[in-house]
């Protein structure tokens, strides 16, 4: 199975800002990577698709870059609501595999 | 829009199957370019993926589950199930269903259900 391993675990921050979390892959996926939000006690939410597609109803803050191994979630100047847990899912090879997350906090 | 629903037991005994249902609203569960999927989430641990099946009729799965999760479709009522064998106290998790799509070789999971919490314990 494809291993992505995510850093930081968990960071701490201010509104304001800008936020970066990293996610690689034991083996090249292309693009086929999402990032994923979630609150605690809440299901994920869907980010960005594709590595770098923003999906709907997503705020612009959010943006994503990243091809073969290495991806990068960028929260540009955090928002109090953005105070949560950022996994990333691999949709290249089955299983999907996620990494192990980031969480968020003030 | 889409909804979907868990529901189940949230107590299923050690050796036991585990079965949920999930029920999609606002949209059809035949809907081609979807593919309807279970994860799980242990209490303060990360997600994983159990597997999914494509309307198209083919499924997949996690191949951690040795082979105990299996996905079953009722198009009358429009839900999906899974079923989990022979489970163990390492099965206890929150469970999400969700609707995959997949469209011009980009792949998303939205919407997903709330969650539904499911304790293996005698």
């Known amino acids: 199975a494809i291993q992505m391993t995510q850093s930081p675990s968990s960071l701490s921050a201010s509104v304001g800002d800008r936020v970066t979390i990293t996610c690689r892959a034991s083996?090249?996926?292309?693009?086929?990577l999402g990032w994923y939000q979630q609150k605690p006690g809440k299901a994920p939410k869907i980010l960005i698709y594709?590595?770098?597609n923003l999906q709907t109803g997503v705020p612009s803050r959010f943006s994503g870059t990243g091809s073969g191994t290495d991806f990068t979630l960028t929260i540009s100047s955090l928002q109090p609501e953005d105070f949560a847990a950022y996994y990333c899912?691999?949709?290249?090879?089955?299983?999907?595999?996620f990494g192990q997350g980031t969480k968020v906090e003030i | 829009q889409v909804q979907l629903q868990e529901s189940g037991p949230g107590l299923v005994k050690p050796s036991q199957t585990l079965s949920l249902t999930c029920t999609v609203s606002?949209?059809?569960?035949?809907?081609?370019?979807?593919?309807w999927s279970w994860f799980r989430q242990p209490a303060g641990k990360g997600l994983e993926w159990i597997g999914h099946?494509?309307?198209?009729?083919?499924?997949n799965f996690n191949p951690s589950l040795k082979s105990r999760a299996t996905v079953s479709v009722d198009t009358s009522k429009n839900q999906f199930s899974l079923k989990l064998t022979s489970v163990t106290a390492a099965d206890t998790a929150v469970y999400y269903c969700?609707?995959?799509?997949?469209?011009?070789?980009?792949?998303?999971?939205?919407?997903w259900g709330q969650g539904t919490l499911v304790t293996v314990s005698s």
């Open positions: 099946f494509f309307t198209s009729g083919s499924s």
């Open positions: 083996q090249g996926i292309g693009i086929d």
């Open positions: 899912l691999q949709d290249d090879t089955y299983p999907l595999t």
């Open positions: 594709g590595a770098s």
């Open positions: 606002g949209g059809s569960i035949s809907s081609p370019n979807n593919y």
């Open positions: 969700a609707r995959g799509t997949s469209r011009s070789s980009y792949v998303w999971f939205d919407p």
